[in-house]
């Protein structure tokens, strides 16, 4: 699996857009990046997941460049429930790929 | 539905006893893999199982093994306990392997293990 760069950390103000980069400059034609999140003492939770499109789901939007070398997460309304670790992850969807965690982006949202 | 079981929530083990970690996963999903947490390392994978068959393996020692049931739920099993095996334990299940997965891995709460 292709390795994934992220912020070790970011802040962003309540009510704000969260947008969250990922670099994963060695990305093969068959993988997809999913994103993660993990909210303190909890399992991690999914996000999103897209190919090559953007995608939008009730949670987040992603924003994938066309050379599909780095992604942006976007929460569009940040809460303080979305205080996490974000991770940022390629895989090739199907087959029996495990997902590789990198450090992750520690997101803190302030009043 | 309901979500990802794992139990016990915590445990507290000696060095060099053994330790089995239950999961149960998601109705109706066949694939389970388990994870180990720590401070140091992050989260790192240790291995997947599809209908009863390991199908991929991370690079932990052979103490650390597993099994999967014919209704899915799966279990861990750690042997010879060492300080350094206290770690959050996560498990997470999805629906299939094949082409169909396109919703990712659910995860459960985890299993907080200390080795004293």
């Known amino acids: 699996d292709a390795k994934t760069t992220q912020p070790p950390s970011m802040d962003c103000a309540e009510g704000r857009a969260a947008n969250l980069p990922c670099n994963h400059s060695?990305?093969?034609?068959?993988?997809?990046v999913y994103w993660y999140r993990q909210i303190h003492s909890q399992g991690p939770q999914y996000i999103i997941h897209?190919?090559?499109n953007n995608e939008t789901n009730e949670m987040a939007s992603l924003i994938i460049t066309e050379d599909r070398k780095s992604s942006t997460l976007i929460l569009p309304h940040a809460t303080l429930r979305d205080t996490a670790v974000y991770y940022c992850?390629?895989?090739?969807?199907?087959?029996?790929?495990?997902?590789?965690f990198g450090t992750g982006t520690r997101l803190q949202v302030t009043l | 539905k309901a979500g990802v079981t794992q139990t016990p929530r915590y445990l507290i083990k000696t060095r060099g006893q053994q330790v089995t970690l239950s999961c149960s996963p998601i109705?109706?999903?066949?694939?389970v893999s388990w994870y180990q947490q720590t401070p140091g390392q992050g989260l790192q994978f240790l291995f997947e199982?599809?209908?009863?068959?390991?199908?991929n393996k991370g690079n932990f020692p052979g103490r650390f093994s597993g099994r999967q049931f014919s209704n899915s739920r799966s279990e861990m099993n750690v042997s010879t306990l060492e300080l350094g095996d206290s770690a959050l334990y996560l498990c997470?299940?999805?629906?299939?392997?094949?082409?169909?997965?396109?919703?990712?891995?659910?995860f459960g709460s985890g299993t907080r293990l200390t080795v004293v």
């Open positions: 997470a299940s999805t629906s299939s392997l094949g082409q169909g997965n396109h919703y990712g891995y659910t």
């Open positions: 060695t990305i093969s034609g068959n993988e997809y």
């Open positions: 897209g190919l090559k």
């Open positions: 992850i390629v895989r090739v969807n199907g087959t029996a790929s495990k997902l590789t």
């Open positions: 109705s109706g999903h066949r694939s």
């Open positions: 199982y599809f209908s009863e068959t390991q199908r």
